[in-house]
């Protein structure tokens, strides 16, 4: 049976490094591209409700098995689209990457990357977000290379239909990564900087700018592991429910629907 996997990215279609990955996942699968039209970052898994999607196919620019199209929305409208709609046949599998800057700690709740997997996930199929811990990345391969061992682990039934993994990999060659680690997610605070300007008409503008994160590094998380030149495999699932307070709250919610009843 031919493998029928998803490309994506938040990237953009023109990125290097979702070809990379394509071009390492054409030598064993049929692989389809479908990427936004530009770079989609930090938007997560969110997509266009309010406004039509338009959808363009590329010229064939790679041998093999391998179809490309650019989505004028996010990396969440492509997965569904996809799906939904282009390719009816069937897709197997989404890969989503190899994004150029990682998605480590508290950043997967807003990586347009882990965004496009969720949705693969949401749509029952199983999904990988890899990223490569630099904004330009020299060391490709590594990552390519794991999405295609990953997707015959699809193939060959020793992963579940429906799998979650967030991935993120040193910049480093082959020779120089030590190791797989199965993590969890760290912490990874920012302090946001608001950048004030002003208009030709007077009026304020904003730019949120990231400053410097605060990196928790405990052994075992995801950050820790990168640290160790380690790749980072951190298995997600659509539950973000507090386990830790669902037992206070119950204790609570009787009271608090009293006190809604009766509140003056």
Known sequence: MTVRVLVTNDDGIYAPSLWALAGELVKDFRVYIVAPDREQ????????LNHPIRVNRLPPTMSGELEAYSVEGTPGDCVIMAINSLFKDGIDCVVSGLNEGSNLGNDVLISGTVGAALHGYFLGRPAFALSINSLKPENLEP?????????RLVAQGKLPPKILLNINLPDLPLAGIKGIEV???ARRSYTDIIEEYVDRKGRSLYWITRGRPVWEEDEGSDIWA???SKIS??????DVAS????ELLRSLAP?????LLNLD
């Open 226 to 228: 990168i640290k160790q």
């Open 243 to 246: 386990r830790e307070h669902i």
């Open 143 to 151: 990552g390519a290379r794991l999405a295609r061992l990953l997707v």
């Open 183 to 185: 993590t969890y997610l």
């Open 41 to 48: 970052s930090a938007i997560g898994a969110a997509i266009s």
């Open 233 to 238: 495999v951190t298995p997600l699932e659509a």
């Open 255 to 259: 009271d608090l629907f009293v006190g």
